[in-house]
C-alpha cells in the first residue's frame, strides 16, 4: 500500500475504535470493487459474510474483511461457516486481510479449505494474485477520495456512497 494510504488509514484507526475501523475498511473495500466493475455489491455491516462482489462475466466472490495492527487476525468459526454457506451459491470463499503497517499490501486469500483459529497473516498461503493486482491500486485510490469525509462522518458516509453506487448496504 501506498505510504499516503497508510498514514490515512492509521489516522481513521486512531479516531475510531478497532472495530469500527474494520467495518470502515470493509466499506472501503466494497467501494473498490465497484469501481473495479463488480456490478452486484452487497455489503454487511452486521452478520454474515462482509462482503459478496459479483462480475459481469459471473465471477463472485464472497470476502470475509480482516484488519489488525498486530501480525495475526482470528479467522472465526462464524466465518469459515458464512463462507461455506456463500459457496452453495456460487462463490468463491475469499478471506481480504488488511495489516496496518507501513509497509504491508492489502491481500486475498483462497479461503475454501482454511480453518478458524489465529491466523498469522504472513503464512497465509494461495494468495490471489488478480484480486491483489486489481484491487489495491483502486483501494489506494477510494482512501485517498473518501478519507477527510469518512475521518468526519464514518461509516454513514460511506454507507451513502455504497448506496449511490448502487451497492446493497445492509446495516
Do not use: W
Not at 463472485?60 to 498486530?70: H, L, N, P, Q
Amino acid at each position: 500500500m501506498k505510504t499516503e494510504t497508510y498514514d490515512k488509514l492509521k489516522k481513521l484507526y486512531d479516531k475510531y475504535n478497532a472495530q469500527e475501523f474494520g467495518k470502515i475498511c470493509q466499506k472501503l473495500l466494497a467501494l473498490s470493487f465497484c469501481n473495479a466493475g463488480y456490478g452486484h455489491i452487497v455489503e454487511r455491516g452486521v452478520q454474515g459474510v462482509d462482503v459478496d462482489a459479483v462480475k459481469e462475466n459471473g465471477e463472485r466472490y464472497a470476502i470475509e474483511v480482516k484488519t489488525s495492527k498486530y501480525d495475526t487476525i482470528n479467522f472465526q468459526k462464524k466465518d469459515v461457516e458464512g463462507l461455506q454457506k456463500r459457496k452453495v451459491d456460487g462463490y468463491k470463499p475469499v478471506l481480504a486481510v488488511l495489516r496496518l503497517n507501513r509497509f504491508s499490501n492489502l491481500i486475498f486469500v483462497k479461503a475454501d479449505n482454511l480453518d478458524a483459529g489465529i491466523k498469522h497473516i504472513d503464512n497465509l498461503f494461495y494468495h490471489i494474485n488478480e484480486l491483489e493486482e486489481t484491487i489495491s491500486p483502486i483501494f489506494d485510490e477510494i482512501v485517498r477520495t473518501h478519507y477527510y469525509n469518512t475521518l468526519k462522518n464514518g461509516q454513514k458516509y460511506l454507507d451513502d456512497q455504497l448506496k449511490k453506487v448502487g451497492a446493497e448496504v445492509n446495516e
